[in-house]
């Protein structure tokens, strides 16, 4: 049987992994990776969690399953955390179950989605994560691209955004980050948001809203806008969050599947299919993520101190946006590279040929993928100095 098999093609940034690794020059940077860095180029273990790990050691009585939903506590924490005070939270329309990771929510919201209307067609931003698109192909979802980033000015297509959605079906899906996009890093302002939630309400499509970045943009409320806006005005809304990057939590797969539904009726029927959904794909959640959240979340204390954390990573993404853009005018760069600036999260578009990004790779030992798309996170102290003159020199 495996003799029919032919290899595939290595995801790129694997590809982009191993070759840093390999790469003997001491000037190396990798801005590939989508994860949190510190200024040591170090993913590290939050306070926070080291703490709420310790307290779960000692307390944990029990391996057994927890149910296809997960963890209790944890469901009612990330509501609270997503919706904040919001009216939706007493009105029993909310269903939560936690899931492997952000990847393992919008699986298992492709399948519910598949369940609900075979024939609905998921829409996503043009560009999007790179993984969106093969997450819903696999469950046999159609998709289709809505205009966002326009490559020439280094902004939103909003204007080509709305046209594309005003002509999309009732019963279709549209896919929405809510903050930080990946991989443009542009946002919707909230008169955007407004505007594109008018629109759901208006041509009866269901928003499906990415939340894997929740407090690397403008802070934990700021960012939750958008899904807090369409929670007040449409009947029906998907909602997939991740752990991953706010909590440092990328390896123990943790995250969120939250439907609301307009009713508390429709909300329990719709949560059966989606554990019917769950049983067909990995049967019951992990436990250890969703037990350190909900201990953070549950503690003034290290909820506190997880503030404390998540901000510093904020301010230090935003602080490395603007020494990128400082060091490119020091050495002579004249081009407009301002937009980095006003964008938000790890991720941002150089705007640079696929030649100059071979260019920097190969020459310079400065890793991106060939969309000239950086993680602003691989920046620090020590590197922006070498990587703003290697980009000086490259598109000069």
């Known amino acids: 049987m495996f003799e029919q098999l032919s290899p595939l093609p290595a995801d790129a940034i694997l590809g982009l992994i191993n070759a840093y690794n390999q790469d003997a020059n001491p000037d190396k940077v990798d801005l590939g990776v989508g994860v949190y860095k510190d200024e040591m180029g170090h993913t590290g273990v939050l306070q926070c969690v080291k703490t709420a790990e310790k307290l779960r050691n000692e307390n944990e ?6 149910g296809p939903t997960g963890e209790a ?4 924490k990330i509501n609270q955390l997503i919706f904040g005070d919001h009216a939706i939270l007493a009105q ?5 179950i936690s899931t492997p990771g952000g990847t393992g929510s919008l699986r298992v919201a492709a399948e519910f989605i598949k369940s609900c209307n075979a024939n609905a067609t998921v829409w996503m931003s043009n560009p999007t994560w790179a993984n969106h698109e093969s997450l819903f192909v696999a469950a046999g979802v159609k998709v289709a691209a809505y205009p966002y980033y326009d490559y020439e000015t280094n902004s939103l297509d909003f204007d080509g955004m709305m046209a594309c959605l ?21 946002d919707l302002t909230q008169s955007q948001w407004q505007s594109v939630t008018a629109l759901a309400k208006e041509r009866g499509f269901t928003p499906l809203i990415d939340m894997a970045y929740q407090g690397f943009g403008q802070g934990l409320d700021a960012d939750a806008y958008g899904p807090r806006l369409m929670a007040s005005e449409l009947p029906e809304l998907l909602l997939s969050s991740s752990c991953s990057k706010n909590f440092g939590l990328y390896r123990e797969r943790i995250g969120g599947f939250t439907l609301m539904a307009k009713d508390s009726t429709n909300a329990n029927v719709s949560q059966s299919v989606v554990l019917s959904v769950v049983r067909g794909i990995y049967s019951m959640p992990p436990a250890h993520g969703a037990a350190l959240v909900s201990t953070i979340l549950s503690s003034e204390e290290l909820t506190a101190q997880w503030h404390q954390e998540l901000a510093v990573m904020r301010e230090r993404i935003a602080f490395n946006r603007q020494s990128l853009v400082e060091k490119l005018k020091e050495y002579g760069v004249t081009r407009d590279f301002s937009f980095i600036i006003r964008q938000s999260g790890m991720f941002s578009f150089l705007g640079i040929t696929k030649e100059q990004v071979a260019t ?3 020459d310079y ?7 000239s798309r950086i993680s602003i996170a691989g920046i620090n102290k020590s ?6 003159k290697s980009i000086a020199a490259v598109i000069k």
């Open 61 to 66: 009585t029990s391996k057994v399953y927890i």
């Open 73 to 76: 506590a944890f469901n009612e």
């Open 92 to 96: 029993d329309r909310l269903r939560t």
């Open 383 to 388: 590197n922006v100095d070498y990587l703003a």
């Open 365 to 371: 030992s400065i890793y991106m993928v060939d969309s």
């Open 166 to 186: 005003s002509q999309v079906n009732a019963g279709d899906i549209v896919l929405l980050h809510a903050c930080c996009h990946n991989p443009s890093g542009m």
């Open 360 to 362: 920097l790779v190969n």
